[in-house]
């Protein structure tokens, strides 16, 4: 049993190795220098994403006043978009938008943004906590 969780790392490795070849190694994946992103990429680290972090940070402060479920509508709109207005009748909407905008504009992958998310969430509990808005 002992030699066999000792090989269990190498097999896993090889096949991740092997996966890794299956995916990346076909005409499929061959990057196309045409295409640009969506977004230039940002000059700071991807990892934790902390327009995640700010958006779920307001969200919790937010919820503890409000509650979770639907609340009057809340409208954005862009400076960078003219006539583009963003509405939503929950505060965790909002949250999702900010969060799926960094992953599909290639900003951060998703496990950053959960990350942050979580993060926020946690310094807004801790703000509501310690400075009640009453």
């Not at 790392?9 to 295409?35: H, K, L, M, Q, S």
Request: glycine share 8%; proline share 7%.
């Amino acid at each position: 049993m002992v030699a066999d969780l000792h090989d269990e790392p190498i097999d896993g490795g090889e096949i991740a190795c092997d996966a890794f070849v299956a995916v990346f190694d076909n005409d499929a994946t061959i990057p196309d220098p045409a295409r640009l992103p969506f977004v230039d990429t940002p000059m700071h680290p991807e990892y934790p994403c902390a327009h995640c972090i700010t958006a779920a940070a307001v969200a919790a402060v937010l919820e503890s006043e409000f509650g979770t479920g639907r609340v009057s509508a809340i409208a954005m709109t862009s400076p960078t978009a003219p006539g583009v207005t963003h509405r939503w009748e929950r505060i965790s909407d909002y949250v999702k938008e900010v969060s799926n905008a960094r992953v599909w504009g290639g900003i951060h992958y998703r496990n950053s943004t959960e990350v942050g998310e979580r993060m926020g969430r946690e310094i807004g509990r801790l703000q509501s906590v310690l400075q009640p808005a009453h």
